[in-house]
């Protein structure tokens, strides 16, 4: 067995004891309301128990890291995959830091979930190490990456416990407009977390299945001359056409249940590297969520934020709010410095100039911007509680924006952290 | 009507003041039943005044934190905004009104005429960062003074209702208030309630049956030590390209073994050799090595910066003297730097190029050597002397070709470089012409034998091999910066960066303590992480037998 | 009272009005970026010093009190070429009158200028360059011809092959410009 598979094998050990840790807390949470037993020993016991195998997951991770970190010969935090993994790793940190400080086993309820979304979204793109290209070949890259991954891993501890905060609070009995508003707010929260894990599940589904659909894609690009031609490009695409790419011809397609070929094309306004693909993957992930939500609610028969509710009856939501708070307020200088200062100074060293507006620069700077409004309205205009936590939320959407969408979307000089 | 703002205990406060500075005492109706508002403990802001005038507005309008934070959405909506479509920097050669309406349809084409596709050079975007600045400045003036007179004069007995407005309270019945020695126990009490607290570092008063006890103000002042990082870091950023002889940003090409001025100064840059390594296909992911991707590995210059030290500017006829000040391999992540002069690795391309070149004179039909000499192709020598003979140049093209049957130069650089001889000497009175092309190629295209044997060359000029020929491989591109506010951006940053940690990392923790008549009433404040306060004063007060639950401590006036 | 008062709205004017400026500094830098001053039409053509083909050396200023003609040239250049003759024309024309004639090789080498300058026959002096006085000059296409007042003002800036008629306005306008 090489280095590599060793290294892997301790991944795949992380995200078991990670998902069985969240089983463990659900159980400390849940099962104290079973009979025959005394429910704060009871949450005690298992909360310990779940927290020791988070924290064994989380070793088993840094095995992974180092052992990584060994084979490729630079810290693994150069493509998305890495990346992602090591901002789950931060998550489960951060998450470890404020259970010694608080614990709460109903906070792992959330926060476990969290890093596991983010390992298991790392997991689909390519585990494989990659050479790193000489802009990245930098000290810079550990300080300036592992530091924006911290700040923004707390920022998702923020996030949770916002969320916490939100469901814990929000009313499902009134009918005012407010506490309507709130609920649909909530469960929209909720379907998206649940448009990820559907992503997430397809990719694997698929991946497992062997899909593969090939298209032909002609398209019109301008020579060095300014002459335009046509040429034809082989688009892939690993997961069932909805969309295909504009322009574009079906060449060969796994055959799948009921499905001949693509439905719709991509409109061509969608620009840019494998816009037709990318539009194809969002439509059925949104999709394949809404799926899964119906599901979930046909089954529970009622709102999932309100089935979520009564396992938080016993948190405080003042201790919610205020973890969420703390959380963010200990991310915020951490991200300040790693993701801007230290950021700008290796900006300044590899391409000269500390600051120019690159799209992954812009977006740094609105999570900031964000971060910063949300402290100015809770120091200076009390906003507690409810608002507070929205912005939370929508903060931590921000913060995945600029991970992710960015990369997806926009791209730029990052473009390398890309797939 | 002019507004009584005496406290009853007879201190008077400034219009609009909250809480009373010295005693804490509410100043103004609060409904009942609700917590007090600890911001700026209660302290008039400065822009408060009746009867604001023009300058009152507008400072009024800056020191607003609504005006503030409104200003920070503004600001992030509209970088948004300029993220939606690359910004016209981002591509070169291409015209930007034609670029996105053929790339982004009409919403690119409004997107362009709205002055988008340059949001961050806009004269609106600064501007709208220099209102960001200005509310920095006046919302952080207008805060700190006041409430650093605030904290500078507290008093240690605060009113009654101010503790019990506290979201931290502890009342406790310790003493008999018929007791004859109440007030010795409760001193007796508060001093060592007090020494517990010295030891978790807060600095305590005690006096008049009453303690306050303090710690970390420091952190207090966190926003504003931000605030002053920002905005030098603004100013410097904004100003630091438009003051003069402060910033420059040029692109110099340099071919190998060529040396190039830096443009504006008396600095030259010498490119010895340039380097371009690619990974090799083991070092590769099987992914890229499927996709045949060729990742590249290292982009070197070698490069040697000299100064000019004399004859240096335009006017000057002699050669400029150069000395040298430092080597240095520029990478990408490694650049050059010298007085201030930072060069970049930016770009490179492949331009081969001959330099020089060893040939041999020869005999044509006996092949006899007359000896060797160097041929330049940037300048060359206008005469050699090769053995018994005396060669003029007296054609050179650097790249030869035809134009309407003449013989030219297509361009100035050596791509077919064609040497014209006149030879004179022995055999040779009156002088023969031949004409030489180094390059294998050439001598094919161009006929070379055959021009030589129609103008009846008796010679031969022959490279001796390969290892006698000099190339130059590569052009190299560097950006040339010079940035004399970056210190300046740094000092503001790390200014920011320390506000920053003050400000979050410390919480400024304040405890009030009074006795009346052996009733003990304890009310606390800090500005972030209320359970840790509650857990430590729990602990402070199980120091003198007092066993709570710090969850008990949260004051039940105000529970929604 | 009082006094702090005055204070008080001495700072906020002074705060205010430094903000105003800086401002008003930067953006007007950075909207009115230009980069170095290039030589214009009207402007002071820059001196400078060069080596010519034969030797020797002249500068500008040598020649204050002439109408100059500054023609930059390479013999890659086909307009540079073609023109060449007829500059040489004028300048034969012209030269009791004071027309000077300077002309800047594009850095090439000698022993192509040379060729050149003996074929064609050009007589006005040919200065060489290495690149410096073109950036200076913001030349950017060849040929690019400076006519330059006997006061050292740049007068006209004619970029691309020179026909007579286009010459001989200028070369007049130069003239007339002699006292």
């Known amino acids: 067995m090489t280095l590599q598979n060793v290294s892997n094998t301790f991944l795949v050990i992380a995200l078991a004891l990670y998902t069985l840790s969240f089983i463990g807390f659900v159980i400390a949470v849940a099962g104290s309301k079973w009979s025959n037993r005394d429910p704060e020993n009871h949450k005690q016991k298992w909360g310990r128990l779940a927290f020791g195998v988070t924290v064994a997951g989380w070793l088993s991770q840094l095995v992974f890291f180092i052992t990584r970190w060994i084979y490729a010969g630079h810290i693994p935090v150069s493509n998305m995959f890495e990346f992602m993994t090591f901002l789950g790793m931060m998550i489960m940190l951060a998450f470890i ?16 979930p969290a890093g596991i979304v983010i390992l298991a979204y790392a997991s689909v793109f390519p585990w494989d190490v990659q050479p790193l290209i000489p802009a990245l070949n930098s000290h810079w890259l550990k300080i300036h990456v592992t530091l924006a991954a911290g700040g923004e891993a707390f920022f998702a501890i923020g996030f949770a416990a916002g969320l916490m905060y939100l469901l814990r609070t929000v009313d499902f009995q009134s009918n005012t407009k407010s506490a309507r508003r709130e609920r649909r707010g909530v469960e929209f929260t909720l379907y998206v977390v649940l448009v990820v894990v ?60 009921g ?64 973890i969420s708070y703390r959380s963010i307020a200990i991310g915020f200088p951490i991200f300040t410095l790693g993701a801007l200062v230290f950021a700008m100074i290796w900006a300044h060293i590899a391409w000269s100039r500390f600051w120019g507006w690159d799209p992954k620069e812009v977006w740094a700077l609105i999570t900031w911007l964000f971060y910063s409004a949300y402290l100015h309205l809770r120091l200076s205009r009390g906003w507690h509680g409810k608002k507070s936590s929205w912005l939370a939320v929508i903060g931590f959407v921000i913060v995945m924006f600029t991970l992710i969408g960015v990369n997806l979307v926009i791209a730029g000089l990052h473009s390398y952290a890309g797939v | ?90 591509f070169i050669g291409l015209d930007p009104a034609q670029y996105y309406e053929e790339n982004h349809g009409t919403l690119g084409k409004i997107y362009y005429m709205l002055g988008f596709s340059r949001t961050y050079e806009s004269w609106w975007f600064i501007g709208l960062l220099f209102l960001l600045g200005t509310s920095l400045v006046v919302c952080s003036l207008d805060r700190v003074i006041p409430l650093y007179r605030a904290l500078k004069r507290q008093q240690v007995r605060k ?61 207090r002042w966190g926003p504003y030590v931000i605030h002053i990082g920002l905005i030098i870091f603004l100013v410097a950023a904004l100003l630091r390209t438009v003051i003069p002889g402060w910033y420059m940003d040029e692109y110099i090409s340099i071919m190998e073994g060529d040396i190039k001025q830096i443009p504006g100064t008396n600095y030259y840059l010498k490119n010895e050799k340039f380097t371009v390594e690619f990974y090799e296909q083991d070092e590769l992911s099987p992914a890229q090595r499927e996709e045949g991707r060729i990742i590249p590995k290292l982009f070197e210059t070698r490069a040697v910066l000299y100064e000019c030290v004399r004859h240096c500017d335009d006017e000057s006829l002699e050669e400029p003297v150069l000395i040298e000040r430092l080597r240095h391999d520029i990478r990408v992540n490694e650049p050059l730097e010298y007085d201030g002069i930072m060069a970049y690795q930016f770009d490179y391309e492949f331009t081969p190029q001959l330099r020089s070149i060893r040939v041999e004179l020869k005999d044509h039909t006996t092949g006899e050597s007359f000896g060797f000499f160097d041929l330049e192709t940037d300048n060359p020598a206008e005469s050699y002397t090769v053995g018994p003979y005396e060669l003029t ?19 100035s650089k050596p791509n077919a470089p064609a040497y014209v001889f006149s030879i004179t000497g022995p055999g040779v009175e009156d002088g023969a012409v031949h004409m030489y092309f180094p390059r294998p190629e050439d001598k094919v295209r161009f006929a070379q034998d055959r021009i030589n044997e129609a103008a009846g060359s008796p010679f031969l000029i022959e490279a001796a091999g390969m290892e006698d020929v000099e190339f130059a491989l590569y052009t190299t591109f560097l950006n040339i910066r010079v940035d004399k506010g970056m210190p300046l951006v740094w000092v503001g940053a790390v200014i920011g960066m320390i506000g920053l940690v003050m400000g979050t990392y410390w919480q400024h923790r304040r405890i009030w303590v009074r006795f009346d008549e052996g009733q003990l009433l304890l009310g606390a404040h800090t500005n972030k992480n209320w359970y840790g306060l509650r857990q430590e004063i729990a602990k402070a007060l199980a120091g003198l037998d007092i066993r709570i639950d710090p969850k008990s401590l949260i004051n039940e006036v105000k529970r929604s | 009272m009082i006094m702090m008062k005055k204070n008080r709205r001495l700072i906020q004017v002074l705060i205010l009005s430094t903000v105003v400026v ?88 000698e022993a192509t200028v040379r060729a050149f300058v003996r074929e064609h026959g050009i007589t006005f002096p040919i200065l060489m360059d290495n690149d410096r006085i073109r950036r200076n000059y913001g030349v950017m296409y060849y040929p690019t011809t400076f006519f330059v007042g006997p006061d050292g003002v740049i007068q006209d800036i004619f970029i691309g092959e020179l026909k007579d008629s286009t010459l001989s306005v200028r070369v007049n306008r130069l003239l007339s410009s002699n006292g």
């Open chain 3, 22 to 109: 800086i401002t008003a500094i930067t953006i007007a830098g950075n909207l009115f970026s230009e980069k170095d001053e290039l030589p214009t039409e009207g402007s002071k053509a820059p001196n400078f010093a060069l080596r010519t083909l034969d030797g020797g050396h002249h500068q500008l200023k040598d020649f204050e009190g002439h109408p100059v003609i500054i023609n930059f040239w390479g013999t890659f250049c086909e307009p540079c070429v073609n023109e060449m003759p007829l500059i040489q024309s004028y300048y034969e024309t012209y030269k009791d009158q004071g027309l000077v004639v300077l002309g800047i090789n594009l850095n090439e080498a």
């Open chain 2, 393 to 411: 140049l007296i054609h050179y093209y650097p790249d030869f070709g035809y134009e309407n049957g003449k013989p030219v130069t297509k361009s």
């Open chain 1, 259 to 322: 499905l001949k070929g693509p439905l719709f094309e991509t409109p061509s306004f969608f620009q840019g590297v494998g816009a037709g693909r990318k539009w194809n993957t969002f439509v059925l992930s949104t999709l394949a969520g809404l799926l899964l939500y119906g599901l979930l609610r046909l089954l529970l028969r009622k709102p999932i934020g309100a089935v979520i509710q009564p396992v938080l009856k016993d948190m405080d939501p003042d201790d919610l709010d205020e």
């Open chain 2, 1 to 90: 009507m002019i507004e009584n703002t005496k406290c009853e205990c007879g201190h008077q406060n400034p219009v609009d003041t909250v809480l009373c500075e010295a005693c804490g005492k509410p100043l103004v109706e609060i409904a009942d039943k609700e917590l007090l508002e600890m911001r700026y403990d209660g302290v008039a802001r400065r822009s408060q005044r009746k009867n604001p005038n023009l300058l009152d507005r507008i400072w009024g309008f800056f020191s607003s934190v609504k005006v503030a934070v409104y200003l920070i959405i503004i600001t992030l909506c509209v970088a948004m905004l300029g993220t939606l479509y690359p910004q016209e920097n981002t």
């Open chain 1, 97 to 112: 830091v404020f259970y010694l400080i608080y614990r709460k086993p109903v906070t792992g309820i959330f926060a476990v």
């Open chain 1, 198 to 257: 559907a992503f997430i599940s397809l990719v694997f589904i698929f991946r497992a299945a062997g899909f593969e659909a090939v298209f032909l894609q002609e398209e019109i690009v301008e020579t060095e001359e300014g002459e335009t031609q046509v040429i034809e490009k082989e688009v892939r695409y690993t997961l069932p056409p909805i969309f295909k790419p504009y322009n574009s011809e079906l060449v060969s397609m796994t055959p799948l249940y």
């Open chain 2, 159 to 219: 009113h009654t209702q101010f503790l019990e407005r506290q979201k931290v309270v502890y009342k406790d019945k310790l003493f008999d208030a018929h007791d004859e020695k109440v007030k010795e126990r409760e001193m007796e009490w508060l001093e060592q309630f007090a020494n517990i607290l010295r030891k978790k570092f807060y600095k305590v008063q005690v006096e008049n049956s009453a303690l306050m006890a303090e710690k970390y103000r420091f952190s």
